[in-house]
């Protein structure tokens, strides 16, 4: 805890934006993060609360009472104490302390009648301050195994997987079908909400500590016309990977979008966002893309209320759009949750992100019935409201009517893995079509297959960083203990 009284004395301190104007000129982050003085407040605020709930409503268990207690101390060692000590639980705070919607929070004990504690910004202020003081640094192997496992897919799953099993002295192969290391972080989170230099230098650790990356290199195989991102310019089968490794760990994401067939879907103009996304991130690395899909001077409706259709809020606004509308199709949330009704669960209520403060028309309860065009390109969406009755989604009578739109983004979330991957592996899939596998303590995450393991939003289907992160960390404990009979490493 911080100060016994603390969360009576000082008010939650929210982190900082630079202005609209400043910020849509650039893709580089924006955020204005706690300074010591501001941290060491938000630390104080920690209550003895008896049970922490915020340890269990974070998917990696970070233990939050302590930093905060170490933050609000506030001596260098402190500080040096809270990062070794968010890094017990947690590979890259870095990417949760930036991109994490933070449900630890919804979980604080104090959110039940009060303002949480800031858990996320310490956690970013933590992690901050170490890289610029220079506390995280590689920490290889004393002993090597001998044992060789590959790591297929390079996300937070696949990144905190080849670390921790590269740390107890495995010969770790990470592979990538895209042309750099971070999967959806690298090519789907954009520049303006997480800069790519941080997954770069834990790039440059996981080297350190003897993993050897391969980028470019696809396992299995991809559907012919697939709109996935894939820029491999090799290719290794199923077989071959388990005839050369001990282990396999699938870690792949889940990267098939939910596509709209209805009428019109084959007009040009409509696209996925994870065809768009991509590619700006691709451009602001300093790479040229020929024919990049922009929406300057365009009508842009994005469908899907989520945080990918926040990003292409973002995005189509730094390209210089007309005009840029998101549609929901479920109704508008309530403002303020009741919390006693849903604490310490993560609650239904309105989000409204710093991209959609940045410019955005917002539209609930409307589904697309049809994309119309002229000559072959989409002009506007046929649209109705809808509303449920007697539990069931219905649409309102006489509320049709057609928007205006030059580029239409397809937001809606991702169904499942690619199926061909887990096919060339002969994985058995779930009802969702995701990798099956448990997570329980003993044999979890082991498919049919021998050796070979899944984690991340391949077995869960899509999910947050944080619980990839989770997710690779006990899958990594499960290769081990696979591996050698037993294993140290932290579940």
């Known amino acids: 805890m911080g100060k016994m009284t603390g969360f009576m004395e000082y008010e939650r301190i929210e982190e900082g934006y630079k202005p609209v104007p400043e910020r849509l000129k650039h893709y580089k982050e924006f955020v204005v993060g706690l300074d010591d003085a501001q941290a060491k407040i938000q630390g104080a605020r920690c209550m003895d609360c008896g049970t922490p709930f915020c340890n269990s409503g974070c998917p990696v268990n970070n233990v939050i009472p302590d930093f905060n207690d170490l933050v609000y101390k506030g001596k260098p060692a402190d500080w040096k104490n809270a990062i070794a000590l968010l890094h017990s639980t947690n590979n890259f705070p870095e990417f949760t302390g930036r991109i994490c919607p933070a449900p630890c929070e919804a979980a604080c004990t104090l959110n039940v009648n009060d303002d949480a504690v800031g858990i996320k910004s310490i956690e970013h202020a933590i992690i901050d301050r170490a890289w610029a003081e220079g506390w995280v640094t590689p920490r290889p192997a004393k002993h090597k195994t001998g044992k060789k496992v590959a790591v297929v897919g390079s996300g937070p799953a696949g990144m905190a997987a080849a670390q921790q099993l590269a740390r107890v002295g495995h010969d770790v192969t990470l592979f990538e079908k895209n042309d750099r290391v971070g999967g959806l972080l690298r090519y789907g989170i954009p520049d303006f909400k997480m800069e790519k230099s941080h997954i770069d230098r ?38 071959q990977l388990k005839a050369d490794f001990d282990a396999v760990l699938l870690t792949g994401g889940s990267e098939q979008s939910r596509d709209l067939p209805v009428p019109g879907r084959d007009l040009d103009g409509i696209h996925f966002a994870m065809e768009m996304l991509p590619q700006q991130n691709k451009v602001n690395a300093g790479d040229k893309v020929k024919g990049q899909l922009r929406a300057d001077g365009k009508h842009v409706i994005v469908i899907g209320g989520g945080d990918t259709g926040s990003d292409c809020v973002g995005t189509s606004n730094r390209h210089g759009a007309v005009s840029v509308t998101q549609f929901e199709v479920m109704p508008q949330p309530p403002i303020e949750e009741n919390r006693p009704m849903t604490w310490p669960y993560w609650p239904i209520k309105l989000r409204t992100s710093s991209s959609h ?62 199926a061909t991957v887990l096919d060339a592996f002969g994985i058995d899939k779930d009802a969702r079509n995701n990798a099956k596998a448990t997570t329980d303590f003993t044999g979890g995450y082991v498919t049919n297959v021998a050796k070979v393991f899944a984690a991340g939003d391949i077995r869960r289907g899509q999910s947050l960083v944080v619980w990839a992160i989770r997710e690779g960390r006990q899958a990594a404990r499960s290769v081990d203990e696979f591996l050698m009979g037993f294993s140290d490493l932290p579940r």
């Open 202 to 239: 834990r790039v440059e650790q996981l080297v350190a500590e003897g993993v050897t990356i391969r980028t470019s290199v696809l396992i299995g195989a991809m559907p012919k016309g697939s709109k996935v991102t894939n820029w491999a310019k090799e290719t290794i089968s199923a077989d």
């Open 357 to 418: 403060e940045e410019g955005c028309e917002r539209e609930f309860a409307i589904s697309t019935k049809e994309f119309v065009g002229e000559k072959g390109k989409v002009t506007g969406l046929k649209t109705v409201r809808v509303e449920f009755k007697d539990g069931k989604m219905v649409e309102v009578a006489g509320s049709e009517q057609i928007l205006k739109a030059d580029l239409v983004l397809l937001a809606m979330g991702f169904v499942n893995p690619v």
